[in-house]
């Protein structure tokens, strides 16, 4: 029996350094199940503590403890099955009892030295647990820069892109204040910025899910739908103005939907890699239909009726629409217009625009 014991030791040690590895070492896109089970975990928990409470503002302080959360239970949870692995491989090559295995365990994994044991043959695992409990920490701490550097990085461009979209943003809201405060030109560098922004954030949140998680610091704002807001702007600009729209439209939906894609993938959320124009999609034609008629009553310039529009921008939307949506969903954003509904009762929210105050 000690011999299974040793043996079921060294498979869990095994399984943590894996686990451990994929999700902070390892530069790559790969599922981390512990990552999604603490997410799905304390998502559920603090969706019940702000059940109570009405509307979007509740849910929005209450997920804000999600992403610190998930990082305290990694650790927790690492530092629990090496404590675990450890018991295992001292119980089954020794002759201690459970109790003190459990002990002389704790007592190297976080080198506090107070048990040991005294055979040689044991202080190669309790070298091993000494070294384990730094390590794990050090790799803990050392993630944090990374993730948030990543998230500064994401949330200057979102903030910036509060005064253009609106707060939340929307794409339609995106062309309307263009056109009212005459800066149509700077469109293209910002259909640029977000292409960049798109690729860093398809980098590092299928490496990091956990950014998923991380809230911007005001509860209307937020990375999914600021993104959305734009692709949806360049989608409506080469629907209805294709001869005056930039080629960088065209670039900043390849790479937001290419990085909304990444993301799915590591998360597992299931979508179709190649899906048809005519695809079905939820947003209809009534509600393109009243935000171009905003957008042109704002003095943007329309070269196509909105009828004609439609199909053009129904067949870039369906690229991205339900991978979008989803992820809104899972990230409990802000209920903002076009990103879908949430798993708490909100109403859309519309984006505020400041008051027009020019004299005369």
Same mark, same amino acid.
């Given at each position: 029996?000690? $011999? ?13 350094v ?29 969706r ?5 409470f009405?509307?979007?503002l509740?849910?929005?302080r ?14 927790f949870?690492?530092?629990?099955? $090496? ?37 040689l ?8 647990a ?10 803990q701490?050392?993630? $944090? ?16 892109l ?30 640029r ?5 798109? &690729?860093?954030l398809g980098?590092?949140?299928?490496n ?7 809230r ?15 692709m ?6 080469l ?8 080629p960088?439209?065209?670039l900043v ?6 990085a909304?894609r ?13 899906p048809?124009p ?28 909105t ?29 903002a ?17 400041p &008051? ?5």
């Open positions: 029996m000690r $011999l299974i014991f040793a043996l079921l030791g060294v498979l869990l040690l095994a399984l943590t894996a686990s451990i590895l994929r999700t902070l070492v390892v530069p790559r896109g790969l599922y981390s199940s512990l990552v999604m089970r603490l997410w799905r975990t304390f998502r559920a928990l603090l019940a503590c702000a059940a109570p009405p509307g979007y509740p849910q929005d209450a997920q804000a403890w999600l992403a610190p959360l998930v990082l305290l239970g990694m650790l949870c690492w530092l629990c099955a $090496l404590l675990a692995c450890f018991t295992l491989l001292l119980y089954g090559t020794s002759e201690f009892s459970w109790d003190i295995a459990l002990r002389e365990a704790g007592s190297s994994l976080f080198t506090l030295g107070f048990a040991s044991g005294d055979r043959r044991l202080s190669a695992l309790d070298f091993l000494a070294a384990s409990g730094p390590l794990v920490i050090a790799l701490i050392a993630y $944090l820069p990374t993730l948030y550097g990543s998230y500064n990085r994401r949330e200057v461009e979102v903030t910036l509060q005064s253009r979209a609106g707060e939340p943003a929307w794409g339609p809201e995106l062309l309307a204040r263009q056109s009212l405060v005459d800066t149509e030109t700077a469109l293209p560098q910002l259909y910025d977000w292409e960049r922004l798109a &690729a860093e980098e590092s949140h299928s990091y899910p956990v950014l998923l998680s991380f911007s610091p005001q509860p209307h704002r937020s990375w999914i739908v600021g993104l959305i807001a734009v949806d702007a360049a989608a409506i600009q629907a209805i103005s294709p001869r005056t729209a930039p960088e439209a065209r939906l390849r790479a937001g939907f290419t909304l990444d993301i799915a993938r590591v998360v597992r959320l299931p979508f179709d890699p190649d048809e005519t695809s079905a999609m939820r947003l209809t034609y009534a509600e393109f239909d009243a935000a171009v008629t905003m957008i042109t009553a704002a003095g943007f310039e329309a070269e196509r009726p009828v004609l529009a439609w199909p053009h921008f129904h067949g870039w939307r369906v690229n991205y629409e339900s991978v979008a949506y989803e992820l809104c969903r899972r990230v409990d954003a802000v209920p217009l076009w990103t879908g509904p949430r798993d708490f009762p909100a109403a859309a929210i519309p984006p505020r625009r &008051a027009d105050r020019r004299p005369g």
